[in-house]
Nanobody
């Protein structure tokens, strides 16, 4: 009964900001690495950012310096702070929790960046 639920998407103007949340209903949250991926007609499904159990982060070059991933282990939530949003950031954003061999995906949240 693992649940991965994204929230925080919406419509924002170029240059604006959004914060996405990924809430995990999971036994031992601290043992999971969590990643954000996004899917769009232009780019398909691509990696955006990740944070592992010790807290080390990684970013795709397209979002590095604009997006920040963080985790709150007590609340079992991972955040993706997105600043200086661009139209090309428009996509469905998916949260993925990984503790191999198990991988759990959320249903996604829509982010639309448009004037």
């Amino acid at each position: 009964q693992v649940q991965v639920v994204e929230s925080g998407g919406g419509l924002v103007q170029p240059g604006g900001s959004l914060r996405l949340s990924c809430t995990l209903s999971i036994g031992t949250f601290e043992g999971y690495a969590v990643a954000w991926h996004r899917q769009s007609p232009e780019s398909g499904r691509m990696f955006v950012a990740s944070i592992d159990a010790p807290g080390d982060t990684d970013y795709d070059d397209s979002v590095r310096g604009r997006f920040t991933i963080s985790r709150d282990n007590a609340k079992k939530v991972v955040f993706l702070q997105m600043n200086d949003l661009k139209p090309e950031d428009t996509a469905i954003y998916y949260c993925k929790a990984v503790r191999l061999p198990s991988i759990y995906w959320g249903q996604g949240t829509q982010v639309t960046v448009s004037a």
